[in-house]
């Protein structure tokens, strides 16, 4: 039965965008609690060095109340590994190492106080690549791990394969081979880093204001490097300004802070200047994949064999793992026979990479996409063709065990093949003229990319669930309390459209709590593009109990035996007599008459995914996206320039709950891949970072949207709240790939390396000449 | 990074105000957006500011119409230049400038003076002036003005002929030639995004002509390509007396060599010495063709 929507599909305003705009919302930077002290950081002046420390003459300085080093604290590491010291001791290996911290009275007194610190180096050489790291000779750059693989430099290692890789080579009429180069980005948020920890001395527990993605995994990774108990950690979240993966994981200056909220028994904030933000954040993971590919005559994929090395930095973060991510590209997206898949993360004295947006499918999509576009000339087939044969189809159960029950890849792709042709009419034949082009200042190009992501979750943890309390006030008001958080994405506003849809209360009366982990029920955290499908279906779940108990009372108010109620406008009302009670009324008489009962219900969603076996095989999520983009391109043949002129987007969303923040999603998530894909690199030589600025970070800003069409694809996927996917990062993921392809299309020219800056263009133009 | 700040008025309480600060570190400040960046990166101790902004004079302040030409105030900002129709039509070079000046916030305070003092070697609006020939009005502490050709006024890096105690007051630039019937006027700015850029390289011409395309006058300037920004006298001559649409291709790269005759440029995080080249050389080259097709 299809039921009419009222709200959910209508374009709606996000929830918070009142306190936002005018500058009301409270995000960490704002926090002022009383007796608070400001803390700052000293961090290493060089990226592998042994060194002492002599804190005696800031330590006099009116107005410092604490200075801790490695030797006042005793903490366990952090890190997944636990290869992480959160004050380093003797020895630093990374330029952000934190060696002291100083908690004072002004945030001026503390950066004068930094300067006083004494530190003596005796400085190293350093390993500033994973290659180096990786001979025999190499130091051992973190001490901290167990050493279980064979070579002491190694952080971790992932191993995948399905298929018969001899076969499939043999089957194939092409093969190529490339080596693909990727860079480090920054998240770079509009809100830089921030915390505000406050240690109550009389009763032991520690309320933490952070901008944390995953408050209950932070949590507990507090209550580790703490040895403290995770329940006596309180996290609430103010307005987060900007997440996109950054804030997965907990970084040293957390439990820095923490500890010196500890030792001085008032509150400390810690805020990151913007340099320190470009410093000390962590990045995407840049990698080296070497990518062998294979087609057979016909077009169809045979296989991908692949090996990737990742420069780990000095300590392990979530960067380490995004081969869970990349290894379902390789091994799902389009049909391939076989895939063997190596991954290795090597320690370097390096910065670290976290998590970012696309969790290793930019990187991993980049590679692949382009590899399409070599076999395809490598046999003489069309692009889009080639694509489109090979594409995923629903009902699929991939090598890696992926299961589509839904599938928009198909119809993702005719959609962007057919609407930019309509435009550009470019087709191969013109590319082949292509030296006649290459004498034209500017030169246009056109690139097809698509993506796999997962849209239901991720069952990384062993629970993938989220709970909800739902409750009606005796005056009609709603509050929804949701484990799930707001990071700017807009869960807030759908999560209320969705209570809204269903209970027929006005948006207004409808409140979200969700930024306190002494109130709020589990959840996993914001990844994985997960919380409109996970909070949502968990939302859908609480109403559906809620609603049966309003049902109940409804029925004995108004003498009917119904089983279904219309909620509308703030009234319940029977579908069989069309009498109707007012829905703050029915509250009213749970509550206050008897048998006296709450208008509250709990509910916990627990994705019907599963975690992936030893060799990663499994249906790791509720439901899959997908996306195709094809991207117009011009380039300036005398300078190199990149102009992205035009963007077809078709993306598997399953169904658009609100168009408004989807096209919020779309238009962000193109122009950071753009910035990806054409200009955004954190430079570095040495361990050093040579650009902590948005002057040489070249993060691209809006005279830089292109021409975006946006084309969703509605694939109705029944796990999904209304059929919804996950919608969040799938926008960045196939961008820098399509540009790539579009660039090389223009000119002729073969992309292996992101960013694809002016003058590498103008260095490859010159190549061909 | 602290400062005191003193905010003069009118151009005598301006002038008293230096003379009292100068044998005092004082720095002059007017949109702060080159100052306030330097500052951070390098504190001073004992620091006065002097805020231009509050202080009331028509000439510092305005843009007026002169007989010989045009009279820029140094703290006329980048946005009143982009608002101004006078320099739009007669000096589309100079209103290109500032128009691709950092960003719509940035070019409501930076000014013109800032861009000339910073003295850096991208600055653009300073470029723009260069091929207008112009000239900058000083003024010491004690009133006393003198004027000296922009070609003058940058000394090197981060470097002016300003001596202590002197202020950049005006830049005049002088009207386009009687005989003139014909502008072709542009700034290009080469950098990897659209706002919020520094030029790698920049390149600013501004030719009159007769109503055939016969060159009168031109003026050539490059940005980002020397310790200073340069005029290319050279390859303006070669133009002079050349009609704009019959430059032949073997002119067009003598004349781009020229150009790039000019250059001296560096290597940086931003981009290599020999892409800074062969990109000005390219488009210099790309000069003509562009009159060419808006032509057709």
Redesign the interface.
Known sequence: MFKELKIIGKPTPKHDAHIRVTGKAVYGHDIVLPGMLYGAILRTEHPSAEFTIDISAAKKIPGVVCIITADDIDTNNISYKRDHPILKKGEVNCIRDEIAAIAAETKEIAQQALKLIKVKYKIRKGIYGPFEALKEDAPQINKFISGKFQNKNIAETFHYEHGNLEEEKKKSAAIVKRRFTLPRMTHACMGTSNITASYNKTDGKLLLYSSTQVPFLYQRDMAHALKMNPSDIRIIQPVIGGGFGSKLDMYPFEPICALLSMKTGRPVQIIYSREEEFIASPTRQPMIIDLTAGVDKKGNFTFREINIVKDNGAYTSWGATTPFVIMQAFSSLYKVGACMFDATAVYTNNVFAGSFRGYGNPQATFALERMIDLLAEEIGMDKAEIRLLNANEKGETTGQGLHYETCGHKECLETVITKSKLKTQKSEVSKHSSKKSTQKRFVSGIGYASMLHVGGGAKIYRSDGCGTTLKIDPYGYCTIITGSNEIGQGSETVLAMIASEELGIDLKKIKVINTDTDIKPWDVGVHASRTSFVAGNSLLGAIKILKEKLNKKANELLKTSDEEFEYENGFIKSSISGNSIALDKVVREMHFSHPNELAIASYFYEPSSQVQNKEYKGNVSGTYAFASQAIEVEVDTYTGNVSVKNVWVAQDVGKVLNPLLLDGQIHGGILQGMGYALSEELLMKDGKILNPNFHNYKMLTASDIPEIDFFPIETNDKQGPYGAKGVGEAPLIPTAAAIANAVCNALDIDIIELPITPEKVLKAIHKNI | M?FEIINPTTTKELLSVVKNLKRKKFRFGAGCTDLLLELRKKPEENLTVINITQVKDAVFTGIKKTSKGLTIGSRVTAHNIVMNEEIKRNFPVLHEAALNLA?TQIRQVATVGGNLCTASPSGDIACALMTLGANCEIINENGRRRRIPIHDFHTGVRATALKRGELLYSISIRGNEKNKKRIFSRFIK?G?????E?S?VSLAYHIQTDIKGKIIHAGIAIGSSAPTIRSTDSACKFLAGKNIFEISENEKKEFAEKVVGYASPISD????AW?RK??LY??S??IF?DILSNEE
């Open positions: 602290s960003s080469i990897t995004r659209k706002s919020m520094c790698v995080i931003r981009a290599t892409y062969e990109v390219n488009i080259k790309g063709e």
